[in-house]
């Protein structure tokens, strides 16, 4: 279960670290907007297996201001399952 729980651990890091690169990168919001969303399915799967929910407040206010608001969810939960991760090396 531990090992899973790792791997699952890293596996959210890593797409967090991915997207927030996407996110602080020149590229157009829309497309930011986009390739973040893209993901969300995908990270709140695994989440899910760890029992995590993604949840943020959706400003519904342009693809920049959503964009953010979705990094900064993912920065916190990334941020926590860090430390955790720390527990489990």
Do not use: R
């Amino acid at each position: 279960m531990t090992i899973n729980l790792k791997s699952d651990i890293q596996s959210i890091i890593q797409s967090i670290f991915l997207l927030h690169h996407i996110a602080y990168s020149k590229a157009a919001w829309m497309t930011k907007y986009e390739l973040v969303c893209g993901q969300l399915d995908s990270i709140n799967s695994v989440l899910g297996s760890i029992g995590m929910k993604l949840e943020w407040h959706d400003p519904d206010d342009g693809y920049q201001t959503d964009t953010m608001a979705i990094i900064q969810a993912l920065d916190e939960i990334g941020e926590e399952l860090a430390i955790v991760l720390d527990v489990l090396e």
